[in-house]
């Protein structure tokens, strides 16, 4: 039922931004947490960010922290990751995804989620 689609990637330089957006349909943001993940060719699945439907609050990997940032849009069903200082390796498909289960702190570990978007690829090059 639940529908997720990313849009906003592309190419980017090093240093560069880009902002990532994940619409929800088939129901209501705010009964949901929301993660994004990415995979590398590669590499195993990283969750990279997760925002908590009931309090908003975040979860980050070490790696992204101070770079990037989730938000959400109830009123638009929308989802958000802002993407700074992009490095080489932040390469990667990233996906949006849905989790029933809210939880007070939201999770990053992919399993927990429910429902998943197609993805949208972010390449960092020069």
């Known amino acids: 039922q639940l529908q997720l689609v990313e849009s906003g990637g592309g190419l980017v330089q090093p240093g560069g931004s880009l902002r990532l957006s994940c619409v929800v349909s088939?129901?209501?943001?705010?009964?949901?947490?929301i993660g994004w993940f990415r995979q590398a060719p590669g590499k195993e699945r990283e969750g990279v960010s997760c925002?908590?439907?009931?309090?908003?609050?975040?979860n980050s990997a070490d790696s992204v922290k101070g770079r990037f940032t989730i938000s959400r849009d109830n009123a638009k069903n929308t989802v958000y990751l802002q993407m700074n200082s992009l490095k080489p390796e932040d390469t990667a498909v990233y996906h949006c995804a849905a989790d029933r289960d809210v939880e007070r702190i939201c999770t990053t570990n992919w399993w927990h989620y429910d429902y998943w978007g197609q993805g949208t690829q972010v390449t960092v090059a020069s």
């Open positions: 088939g129901d209501t943001l705010d009964y949901y947490d």
């Open positions: 925002i908590s439907s009931r309090e908003a609050s975040t």
